[in-house]
C-alpha cells in the first residue's frame, strides 16, 4: 500500500470514493474536486494504483482559554469495501499526524461513525455535539427591552456576526476559530454571491454594537411538523439572550418546534427551557494530541493553577510524542519538558486526549485502564493536564 497526498487528478476518484461510503448526493459540490486552501488529502493506493482510501486534514486552529492552537481537524476518512479491515485506514491517519506536525499542528479532532479505528490510533472520546428540539411555546415571551434593537441582518453584517463568535469561542476550549485559509475561501465564495448563509439572520444591537444573533433556515409549512432549525445563534449579554428567546417565541403558530445546538453554560442557555429540551440528534467527537510539546505550549492555561507533574507517555501511531515528560503549568502558561528514567504514573495517549480535554479526572482514566500507577502514587496528580474545563465544539466537520 501507497500513501502520498492527492493532486488534482486524483479528486474526481476521491468524490466517488467518499460518495459511496456516506451516501452522499450523486450531484458533487465544487470544492470536492477543486483544491481549497488549509486542506491536506491524503489517499491510499493498491499496487495496481487504485484509490482505496482516503482522509483530510483540515488546517482548523481551536481556542484554548484564549490562545488558538493549530489543529489537524480530520474529515472525510473513507475507505473502499474492498479494502476494509487491512490496515488502510491506520496507514492514512499515520501519514496524516505526520504530515500534520511537520507543518505544525499541535492537536486534533474529529468526528466518527465508528469509534473503534481511531481509538486504535490514539483519539479518544471527548465530547458531543448535541443538536436539541425545543417547543417554541415554550418559549419565555417578553416586551421588546429598550435598550437594545432587533433588526434582519444583511450580507454587510456578516464581519460583525463573526466577530461576536470569536468573542464566545475564544475563552473557552476546544472551539474552532472561524478564522484561516479555510473559512477564507467559503467566506469569500458567500460574499460574490452577495447572499447570507442561511434563510434567515436576526441582530441584536446594544449601545456598544452587535451583542446576539440568530443565523436560521425557515424549513417548509406551517403544521405541526414544522421546524425552524437555528444553524447558530449566541449571545453575549442576558438582555441580548433574552431578545433572542422572546424573539424565537414569536415563531410559535407557524413553527411549532426549534431546532438548535446548545452550547453549555452560554448566556442563551440561561434564559431557555431547559427542562424541555429534547435530544434529536448527537454526535460524538473524538481528540488527540498531534504534538504533545505544541498542544501544551501553544493553549492558554487558567491563571490561577499551578503545579508539576511527571509521566511516561505511551504513543503507538505517533512516536515522538512518547517518553518521559514533566508538565510544569504557572500563571498561565506551561511547558512540557522532556526528562530521563522513568514516572510513577504511566499514561496512555487516549487518557492524554481525555485529561488535556477537561473530559474526565485522573481517577476515571485510571479506571479506565488509561493511566497506570505505581503503588502509593496518587493519579489524581494528572489531573492538572485537564486545568481549564471540559472542552466543547459548536462545529461539525
Known amino acids: 500500500m501507497h500513501v502520498r497526498e492527492l493532486t488534482a487528478d486524483d479528486l474526481d476518484a476521491a468524490w466517488e470514493l467518499g460518495r459511496f461510503a456516506f451516501g452522499s448526493d450523486p450531484q458533487r459540490p465544487a470544492h470536492a474536486t477543486e483544491a481549497v486552501p488549509g486542506m491536506t488529502r491524503y489517499g491510499a493506493f493498491d499496487d495496481a494504483g487504485r484509490l482505496v482510501g482516503k482522509a483530510v486534514d483540515l488546517h482548523h486552529d481551536q481556542w484554548w482559554s484564549g490562545r488558538k492552537v493549530s489543529a489537524a481537524d480530520v474529515g472525510g476518512v473513507a475507505v ?49 455535539l448535541r443538536t436539541v428540539d425545543l417547543a417554541t411555546a415554550a418559549l419565555p415571551r417578553r416586551r421588546p427591552a429598550p435598550q437594545v434593537a432587533v433588526r434582519a441582518g444583511a450580507p454587510g453584517d456578516l464581519p460583525a456576526v463573526d466577530a461576536l463568535y470569536e468573542r464566545v469561542a475564544r475563552h473557552r476550549n476546544g472551539m474552532l476559530s472561524r478564522q484561516g485559509p479555510i473559512f477564507d475561501h467559503f467566506r469569500d465564495r458567500l460574499t460574490a454571491t452577495g447572499g447570507l448563509p442561511d434563510d434567515g439572520l436576526t441582530l441584536v444591537e446594544d449601545a456598544t454594537g452587535l451583542v446576539g444573533y440568530a443565523s436560521w433556515q425557515r424549513g417548509r409549512g406551517y403544521g405541526a411538523d414544522s421546524v425552524l432549525t437555528l444553524n447558530d445563534v449566541l449571545a453575549v449579554t442576558a438582555d441580548a439572550a433574552r431578545e433572542l428567546a422572546g424573539v424565537l417565541a414569536s415563531w410559535a403558530s407557524v413553527a411549532p418546534r426549534i431546532r438548535l445546538i446548545l452550547l453549555d453554560g452560554d448566556a442563551l442557555s440561561a434564559h431557555l427551557p431547559l427542562e424541555s429540551v429534547r435530544e434529536h440528534e448527537r454526535d460524538l467527537w473524538m481528540h488527540r494530541p498531534v504534538d504533545v510539546v505544541r498542544a501544551v505550549t501553544d493553549r492558554g492555561w487558567p491563571t490561577h493553577v499551578r503545579g508539576s507533574v511527571g509521566f511516561v507517555l505511551d504513543d503507538g501511531l505517533a512516536d515522538w510524542n512518547a517518553g518521559t515528560w514533566r508538565l510544569t503549568v504557572a500563571d498561565g502558561a506551561a511547558e512540557l519538558t522532556r526528562v530521563s528514567g522513568g514516572a510513577d504514573l504511566r499514561l496512555d495517549v487516549r487518557g492524554f486526549a481525555l485529561l488535556y480535554g477537561g473530559a474526565v479526572h485522573a481517577r476515571s482514566v485510571a479506571q479506565a485502564g488509561l493511566l497506570h500507577h505505581s503503588p502509593g502514587a496518587d493519579p489524581a496528580a494528572l489531573d492538572l493536564l485537564g486545568a481549564g474545563g471540559p472542552a466543547q465544539l459548536l462545529d461539525y466537520f
Open 80 to 128: 473502499a469495501p474492498e479494502a476494509r479491515g487491512r490496515g488502510v485506514a491506520r496507514a492514512l491517519l499515520t501519514a496524516l499526524l505526520r504530515g500534520a506536525r511537520e507543518r505544525g499542528a499541535a492537536i486534533s479532532a474529529l468526528y466518527p461513525t465508528v469509534a473503534a479505528p481511531y481509538r486504535a490510533a490514539g483519539w479518544e472520546s471527548v465530547g458531543v
